[in-house]
């Protein structure tokens, strides 16, 4: 297994551009997690999702940003329009969904805002 | 609302010096937590979890709910340590994680 695969690894838009960041989860897991990495704030969780379904969304800092779960093996960030201070770089995690187990993470978004 | 505090930004120490990272966290309830560490050019990945007591790379946590404190120690610090740390905190049996705002750990030789 390839593990947590995300797409693209690097982004560099300008601002007022939409962007679109996706993940393929770990086959089987049937828990998905957005989170946004920064020097100042750290690791913050966006959003996570339960078998397709959006369970906990109050990370999300804004209507400019939406999330979706069209299926087990697929989701997408969308923040639109993008600004300067979104430069971040944005893991998709997956898990097994039960009680305190282990997160695997994708390699990371780097995405600029110019 | 559950808070994990990492007070450190960068924690710079010799190699074989004993290592300690802080984590201090903010939860009325029976928490679980987690260390997580990032190595140069690597995913993000699971250290070692307060429910296993366990040993992992030589390091070890211990939550002490007197103090809050969920502590990442190893007595003697190799180069292959050197990594970003971050604290995360569970709550109420949920799959949810709050983390830390991370600890960039450099061993110096």
């Known amino acids: 297994d390839a593990g947590v695969i995300q797409s693209p690894r690097h982004e560099v838009t300008e601002m007022g551009q939409e962007v679109t960041l996706r993940c393929k989860p770990i086959?089987?897991?049937?828990?998905l997690f957005w989170y946004r990495q920064t020097m100042m704030r750290g690791l913050e969780l966006l959003i996570y999702f339960n078998n397709n379904v959006p369970i906990d969304d109050s990370g999300m800092p804004e209507d400019r940003f939406s999330a979706k779960m069209p299926n087990a093996s697929f989701s997408t960030l969308k923040i639109q329009p993008s600004e300067p201070r979104d430069s971040a770089v944005y893991f998709c995690a997956s898990n097994a969904g039960t009680t305190y187990n282990e997160q695997f993470f994708g390699p990371g978004t780097r995405l600029t805002v110019l | 609302a559950q808070r994990v505090t990492q007070p450190e930004k960068l924690l710079s120490v010799f190699k074989g010096a004993p290592v300690e990272l802080k984590c201090n966290y903010s939860y009325s309830g029976s928490p679980e937590l987690f260390w997580y560490v990032q190595y140069s050019r690597q995913r993000l990945q699971l250290l070692l979890r307060h429910i296993s007591r366990e040993s992992i790379k030589g390091f070890t946590a211990d939550l002490n709910k007197g103090e809050t404190s969920f502590h990442l120690k190893k007595p003697f610090a190799q180069e292959e340590d050197s990594a970003m740390y971050y604290c995360a905190l569970s709550t109420g049996g949920g799959n949810k994680l709050t983390f830390g705002t991370g600890t960039q750990l450099k061993v110096e030789l």
């Open positions: 086959s089987g897991h049937n828990s």
